[in-house]
């Protein structure tokens, strides 16, 4: 009777002995094969096998689980360090692979060749067999590798007409490294081959560029080494695409550009007196008045002075960019917004043009315009107003002084030139 009564107080105890064979150094995962096993116990220890059965499961559980958890832990750590470095080393990578193709000579050339070929190759090339015979007569002759002549034409197209509503000779100096613009005024009246004299701005419209090409080298002695063409559409999406250009009005060209159809879109006749940034409208309608004067010049004198300040304005808003800010640009004017410039100039001749223009580092435009002041007179010929040279000789004089940098009559160049900053 008393035995029964110990067990019946063991029993309603809350702890029970641990078996013989569960020491304290025992393996959990061992302990838990065997009791796995089926290792059978007095009817007394059923009860206990059960409760360190499920308790050793439950640890063995507890313990995967967070051995999982850490390996899991461990994993993603290592993984995401791995990312890092890996990142890491890609950046430092890249950074010196661009330091190797922008400051090195090779680098900037492999740069140059893959930008030029890629914005050439949305030019819409249009070739040129004058381009061979350009420079075998008169004194172009004396041309040399240093300077490049592009032939820079905004087309007036109305009516199904095509006449050059302007022409600027843009001259890179590979020696001095300088660049200059010459205006070649539209009135001026010049011997066509081919054709009667006429004025300038009808070559390109009886013969197309080589009959204008020649004209040029006939009455002027300068060789064209290419030419690009944009219409006055092309013209306002450039100017818009670099956000507008920066021209100072006087109170007579606000007031006329604001109650004319020279700006087209009347939301844009909102220009005031002073310095400001016009849109390509505006631009667009500011180049093509001569009915006002600038602060300086009157008439058509006024007008491509008006031309040549907005491309020197152009200038100041891409001359700090370098090729990969340039061909995004270029990306953006060919082919987002698909303007199309027309030129005979080939793809090696592009990318040559390219290199040299990004080693000049301009900070200043020179500009000329012929004819210049006292060598020319208005008349009317065949019921045209025209302007005609008073002295050929002397008009490609200064000119050629100009651009080839001869030092014969420099004094006449430097009085009849401007220099815009």
């Known amino acids: 009777m008393q035995k029964n009564n110990d067990n019946k107080n063991k029993n309603d105890q809350k702890w029970i002995e641990v078996p013989s064979f569960v020491n304290k150094g025992s393996d959990v995962n061992q302990l838990s094969g065997r009791l796995r096993k089926g290792i059978e116990y007095d009817d007394d220890s059923s009860a206990f096998v059960r409760e360190v059965n499920s308790s050793l499961a439950k640890q063995v559980s507890d313990f995967e689980d967070k051995t999982s958890s850490r390996d899991k832990r461990y994993k993603k750590k290592h993984k995401r360090s791995k990312v890092i470095k890996i990142t890491i080393f890609s950046l430092l990578s890249i950074t010196a692979l661009c330091c190797l193709l922008m400051f090195t000579n090779t680098g900037r050339k492999l740069i140059i060749g893959v930008v030029g070929k890629y914005i050439y190759n949305n030019l819409d090339y249009q070739g040129s067999d004058s381009q061979e015979t350009n420079g075998t007569s008169g004194t172009a002759d004396e041309a040399t590798d240093k300077i490049v002549n592009i032939l820079l034409i905004g087309i007036e197209e109305i009516k199904d007409a095509q006449n050059t509503d302007s022409m600027i000779i843009a001259t890179m100096n590979t020696e001095d490294h300088s660049l200059k613009l010459t205006s070649l005024m539209r009135d001026l009246y010049v011997h066509i081959p081919g054709h009667d ?129 340039l061909a995004l640009l270029m990306n953006k ?71 080839y940098g001869d030092t014969s009559d420099t004094e006449s160049a430097t009085t009849n030139s401007e220099t815009t900053e």
Not at 361 to 372: A, D, F, G
Request: proline share 2%; hydrophobic share 35%.
């Open 197 to 325: 004299d006429n004025r300038l701005n009808a070559a390109y419209s009886k013969g197309g560029i080589e009959t204008l090409y020649d004209t040029i080298e006939l009455n002027f002695g300068i060789t064209i080494d290419g030419y690009c063409i944009v219409n006055f559409d092309a013209f306002q999406q450039i100017v818009d695409l670099i956000h507008g250009v920066e021209v100072t009005l006087t109170a007579e060209e606000a007031e006329y550009l604001n109650t004319t159809n020279y700006i087209s879109d009347p939301a844009n006749r909102t220009v005031v007196e002073g310095t400001q940034v016009l849109n390509g409208n505006q631009a667009l309608g500011y180049c093509r008045v001569r009915k006002r004067p600038t602060a300086t010049e009157s008439n058509d004198f006024g007008r491509t002075q008006r031309q040549r300040l907005v491309l020197d304005a152009i200038y100041d808003k891409v001359k700090n960019k370098n090729v990969i800010e």
């Open 333 to 403: 004017i060919l082919t987002d917004k698909g303007i199309p410039i027309e030129t005979d100039i080939t793809q090696d001749e592009f990318n040559r043009y390219l290199e040299e223009a990004m080693n000049l580092k301009v900070k200043e435009l020179e500009t000329l315009r012929i004819p210049t002041d006292d060598n020319y007179e208005n008349v009317i010929i065949n019921k045209k107003d025209v302007l005609q040279p008073l002295d050929w000789d002397i008009t490609r004089e200064v000119i050629h002084s100009f651009i």
